[in-house]
């Protein structure tokens, strides 16, 4: 998936079109983004991933020129965000993570005032709605009030919204939370196709499925970038092996690893538990001699590839154990 998202379409990757240097933003004793340093090439799809309160949505607001950073610069198509803000909005579209649609006015009708918002010329107006419509799958709810749309229709109509003015750059801000998994897949064949049509697109999300999708990634903790890379190569930092089994007693098997020397880590993986080991064979006998003494059985022991939701618990852990001073 990265390898096509990377050079599949015939962009020229190596175009910086976003670049961030020391990019800071606080709110009073908040640090809500701390010290960013973050180069997008032209023709991604870069997810933004981090948990609750991490900084991703002021990272857009920042690059979108709607908020200022407290110190630091960023620059967005070679314009600074600060004394280019007029020049970055007409390039940019920004899905923000409330996106509000008038929910008395039809999907039509929503259209129709967003690109009046945007001075889309009547032109090429109409032409450009009916595209959208079909694009957005929207074409046949197209007289519908917007309060009356499903939740993903929403989200593609905000989408449609977003890009009536063409921008060449989309920030999407969780685009797809509270969304089924049905409509979540049709939103990024969407977003595939716009990637294929060229444009740059920055998306938050909480979905690691999602993430996987994307051509580099962002983890955001506490207003830093902690890890900044393929999804693959963020797969791959995690340290040695996992090996996934489903213990008798769960909570106890899991406070039993926690305090056992030859793991490094043990994350819940519904009813099984993922063990982080260094050799597949010790972790193995380990696992059995500790769970076996405390009378915990183990079943279906097995190694797995550890998955970017492994992968970005595990970063996230190291750095708080870190921070913690441990
Ligand atoms: N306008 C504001 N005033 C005060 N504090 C703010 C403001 N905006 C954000 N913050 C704080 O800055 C930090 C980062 O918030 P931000 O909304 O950027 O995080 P996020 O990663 O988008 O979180 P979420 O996943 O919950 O959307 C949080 O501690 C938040 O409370
Ligand atoms: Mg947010």
């Known amino acids: 998936m990265a390898e096509t998202n990377q050079s599949g379409n015939g962009n020229n990757h190596h175009e910086v079109i976003i670049q961030t240097r020391k990019l800071r933003r606080v709110f009073g004793k908040t640090v809500a983004v701390d010290g960013l340093d973050l180069t997008i090439y032209r023709g991604e ?44 909005k007409e390039r940019i579209g920004y899905m923000a993570q409330v996106f509000s649609l008038y929910g008395d006015l039809s999907v039509d009708e929503n259209l129709n005032f967003f690109a009046d918002v945007f001075g889309v010329p ?47 750059i989309l920030y999407l801000d969780e685009p797809t939370t509270g969304v089924d998994p049905v409509s979540r897949r049709e939103f990024w064949d969407i977003l ?24 580099r990634v962002g983890l955001m ?34 406070a039993i690893l926690r305090n056992t020397p030859q793991i490094h880590e043990v994350q819940s993986f519904g009813e099984l538990l993922n063990v982080f080991v260094d050799d597949v064979k010790e972790g193995e006998q380990v696992i059995r001699e500790v769970l076996g003494k405390a009378g915990i059985s183990v079943s279906n022991l097995r190694q797995v590839q550890p998955r970017m939701e492994e992968a970005f618990v595990s970063l996230i852990r190291r750095r708080a154990r870190a921070r913690a001073g441990g």
Request: proline content about 5%; aromatic content about 4%; hydrophobic content about 35%.
């Open 45 to 88: 799809i870069f997810g933004l991933v981090g948990p609750d309160g991490a900084g991703k949505t002021t990272t857009l607001r920042l690059l979108a020129a709607i908020m200022d950073p407290t110190s630091g610069s960023a620059t967005v198509a070679g314009y600074d965000t600060v004394r280019d803000a007029e020049a970055i």
């Open 122 to 168: 009547r032109k090429v107006r109409q032409e450009r709605i009916e595209r959208l419509l079909e694009f957005a799958r929207l074409t046949e709810f197209r007289k519908r009030r917007a309060a009356k749309l499903s939740g993903g229709m929403q989200k593609k109509l905000g989408l449609a919204c977003t890009l009536i003015h063409e921008p060449e």
């Open 192 to 215: 595939t196709d716009l990637h294929v049509q060229g444009v740059t697109i920055v998306v938050s999300t909480p979905y690691m499925d999602e993430a996987e999708r994307c051509s």
């Open 221 to 254: 903790y506490q207003g830093q970038l902690i890890e900044c890379d393929t999804p693959e190569a963020i797969r791959k930092r995690v340290p040695g092996k996992v090996l996934q089994f489903l213990p008798s007693d769960r909570l106890k098997a899991r």
